[in-house]
Nanobody, 124 residues
């Protein structure tokens, strides 16, 4: 049974930092691409970062230079380090694993598995 369990969400001040994690089980972690989505209230879900099985990252323009995605294949864990947080980063952050449908635009990839999410709230 596949499980993706996010943790580390919190309330922080604008300008602060936060690192969220996603512990994975039930599939061969190091063979899958991984990603982080976020969804704010009333907004569409957005894939903000993606990492290939070989560790190559991609970032949405809205987070580029502030967020860093990484993976630890020995621990079956995905991370998202978020620096210089802004109020507009407030959202539920979900991890996702194993591409279901590959797109020429990485932000339109869909995944077979997704976690339940962790809330990140950034206040001014």
């Amino acid at each position: 049974q596949v499980q993706l369990v996010e943790s580390g969400g919190a309330s922080v001040q604008a300008g602060g930092s936060l690192k969220v994690s996603c512990a994975a089980s039930g599939f061969t972690f190091n063979t899958c691409e991984l990603g982080w989505y976020r969804q704010a209230p009333g907004e569409e879900r957005e894939l903000v970062s993606f990492i290939t099985r070989h560790g190559k990252p991609d970032y949405a323009e809205s987070v580029k230079g502030r967020f860093t995605i990484s993976r630890d294949n020995a621990r079956n864990t995905l991370y998202l380090q978020m620096n210089s947080l802004k109020t507009e980063d407030t959202a539920v952050y979900y991890c996702a694993a194993c591409i279901a449908v590959l797109s020429s635009d990485w932000q339109k990839h869909t995944f077979r598995h997704r976690g339940q999410g962790t809330q990140v709230t950034v206040s001014s």
